[in-house]
């Protein structure tokens, strides 16, 4: 069974903080993927980004960094310097080929950036 | 670069009517996701398709069918909708044997009153 988790439903900074978001994965797959998307208030999922299982290497991308450690199979994103162009809902996902390649999705995490 | 098209976009219905929703997928891409978004809860996956058959099936009420057209477009049809049914559905398509992304839609929002 797959399963993911964001322990955190609800986070709330003043703009300009930096902010951790939360994912721990369960899979008993060797090869996997992860990925974290945002929701907007429109409604939309944007793709934010994509890990491989075989891949560890950390990311940054702008404010955005991702940390990926299987030891404690977490794939955690942190927002520096937050903007309130950041609140949104976050989510992150796995997926498995032996699972039939549909996307597992955490709860989700509804970040508030206050001005 | 072209997008995951879905349609429509809002929608309202009432009890036991039906419902049909489509997804237009990129252009190439020969696989479609179908996910249902609840009030306040994440995205479910429903069911898929490759090559215009099912590969594989979630948690996709009985009242629910859907099928993969020769164009690559998909069509979710619903019966009987409850209000339960209330929800955001996305659509998303992958190209199979390229990366696993998924490429979502922007979502078809169905309000059952």
């Not at chain 1, 891949?55 to 794939?75: A, L, M, P, V």
């Not at chain 1, 927002?79 to 955490?106: E, H, K, R, W």
Request: aromatic share 14%; with cysteine.
């Amino acid at each position: 069974a797959q399963k993911v988790t964001q322990a955190q439903t609800e986070i709330s900074v003043v703009e300009k903080e930096d902010v951790t978001l939360d994912c721990v994965y369960e899979t008993r797959d060797t090869t996997y993927y992860l990925f974290w998307y945002k929701q907007p208030p429109s409604g939309e999922l944007v793709f934010l980004i994509r890990r491989n299982s075989f891949d560890e290497q950390n990311e940054i991308s702008g404010r955005y960094s991702w940390n990926f450690q299987k030891s404690t199979s977490s794939f955690n994103f942190t927002i520096t310097a937050s903007q309130v162009v950041d609140s949104a809902v976050y989510f992150c996902a796995l997926l498995t080929n032996n699972a039939g390649n549909m996307l597992t999705f955490g709860g989700g995490t509804r970040l508030m950036v206050k001005p | 670069a072209a997008g995951v098209i879905q349609s429509p976009r809002h929608l309202i219905k009432e009890k036991r009517e039906t419902a049909t929703l489509k997804c237009y997928p990129i252009p190439r891409h020969d696989t479609v996701y179908w996910y249902q978004q609840g009030p306040g809860q994440d995205p479910q996956f429903l069911i898929s398709f490759y090559e215009k058959m099912q590969s594989d099936k979630g948690s996709i009420p009985d009242r629910f069918s859907a099928q993969q057209f020769s164009d690559y477009h998909s069509e979710l049809n619903m019966s009987s909708l409850e209000l339960g049914d209330s929800a955001l559905y996305f659509c998303a398509s992958r190209k199979q044997g390229s990366d696993y992304e998924q490429y979502f839609g922007p979502g078809t929002r169905l309000t059952v009153t």
